[in-house]
């Protein structure tokens, strides 16, 4: 057993031994006041039945183990003694009982008085909660009852007879203890064990109702992003008509030429903003209730080109070569070509945002396993170290979140795309590497529905 866990049982052990003390110096108050009744009582009987001397020592005797007893109940009552001392009261109360036997046994002189040491090494048995202090006890009371008989006493026949009945009683009092004493640990060890489960129960509840509220303000706050990112689109589109109207001059020449920049800036704006909103309403209804899939054989050659044509002139502006590696014939899968074309798309223009003037980004197209498809979109990019990595596919999480920063956007690109690809039942990847690019890999099922595809 390791340091730490003879520790553990040492201060386990401790605890029991402090709720054992707790326990017998509780008991200690009525046992006192039980035989402080009961010597009250012996000094009335032996004003009664006592010749003189007798009679005015056992009175004496048993008057002042009477007013010992009540001392030590009113000090047990008023909590002056504490549980590590309560043996010391104990032997107290054990001394005034042997005491009274002794003295009652030597003035009679009659060795059958040893009957009363017999039930003495019982009664502690039943008394004491701990082997080393009954023992002690145990010690005690023989020695004294050997002095005694010896005193009184010259027939070795009947001392040796009472003494092989007193030994049968120290047995039948150590047995009563050990009984008494097994009894109390497992009743404190099982209390100790209930308490710690029901804290336990009583944390887990805690963080039931926690999480039960923390799921509350999230649904709460991820309807509110869907109703407001749904209202906003409306004046968007608006935004978007008008200045791509303005943009092409539909209604005649607009006048001032630095008008025609503002337009295009505008319309720019707010292609950028409602990108932005889309990514967010499709990423509540991901949380909220999950989109609606709508599978469908996909037309790789096709998907590949309009992706590839949405992205080319961001890439052009960006000084960034952008290309296909596909070789016939393409995969052939069912799946939701919008929401393929929306992954490909964020894709790329990841890629491409993150490579600078001079670079490659391409896009591979192969069969998956099991009749499936693999989607990589390589970068030469500026890539990214393991931290990063880790929590690139985060909401809203920022490679360069300055604000000075280079890069545009609101960081949801990566974890939309991980959203779509697990409702499409497919796998997502990402490697990368500071300075030489990433990869991201897309593994798609041959059909929504069927057995997921295997890791390539």
Partial sequence: MS???????RTSDIDVQHELNS?????????SLFLAAMYALFAVLHLIILKDPARLIMTIAALTGM?????????LRANLVAPQHAYK???AVFGVVLANSALHMVIAKDVYQSTNFALIFVAVGLFFLSRRHLLIAFAINFAVWIVCSAAISENVTMIEHFAVMNLQAILIGFFA????????RKLIRLRAQAGERERALEQALTKMKLYASVERDNKAKTE???NMSHELRTPLNAILGFSEAMEQKLFGPIGNPRYESYVHDIHHAGTHLLSLVNDILDLSRIELDGLKLNPQPVDFARVCKNCLAIVRGRAERGQVKLSLDAVPPFPSIETDERRLKQIIINLLNNAVKFTPAGGKVTLELAHGPEDGAIIRIRDTGIGMNAEELESALRPFWQADAGLDRTFEGAGLGLALVTELVSLMEGEFRLESEPVKGTVATVILPRTIGGEKTAAA
């Fill in 3 to 9: 340091a730490p866990s003879r520790d553990k049982y």
């Fill in 23 to 31: 326990l017998f110096r509780e008991s200690v108050l009525p046992i």
């Fill in 67 to 75: 007013a010992t007893l009540i001392t030590i109940a009113l000090a």
């Fill in 89 to 91: 009261v104990g032997f």
């Fill in 177 to 184: 203890m050990e009984l008494r004493l097994r009894s109390n």
């Fill in 224 to 226: 509110f992003l869907a």
